[in-house]
Nanobody
């Protein structure tokens, strides 16, 4: 079992920044690929970014490339999402997820078997 707890969400003006954190506990964190997803009202949950077990390989959705950065600190059992140049369309609940079956991040939501409770990010125009 892996327990995931997100933090760092909030209200920010367009152009601002937020840093999300996801603290993991339970089974070995370092062996899991991790991902950040988001879900806006009325929309499906979509991947934002993913990171391999070592942090050496990352993936970004096109709509966040150049603005968001995913990273992890296995010594602290934590994965981060640095979000810069935020836009109103980034408003959503952001979820951290773990894929305990793979070392490398999948883009498919269904490959992730552990999820946090989500943290709200609201970007005002």
């Amino acid at each position: 079992q892996v327990q995931l707890v997100e933090s760092g969400g909030g209200l920010v003006q367009a152009g601002g920044s937020l840093r999300l954190s996801c603290a993991a506990s339970g089974r070995t964190f370092g062996g899991n690929a991790m991902g950040w997803f988001r879900q806006a009202p009325g929309k499906e949950r979509e991947i934002v970014a993913g990171i391999s077990w070592s942090g050496g390989t990352t993936y970004y959705a096109d709509f966040v490339k150049g603005r968001f950065t995913i990273s992890r600190d296995n010594a602290k059992n934590t994965v981060y999402l640095q979000m810069n140049s935020l836009k109103p369309e980034d408003t959503a609940v952001y979820y951290c997820a773990a894929d305990s079956q793979s070392l490398y991040a999948s883009r498919r939501r269904t490959d992730y078997n552990y999820w946090g409770q989500g943290t709200q990010v609201t970007v005002s125009s």
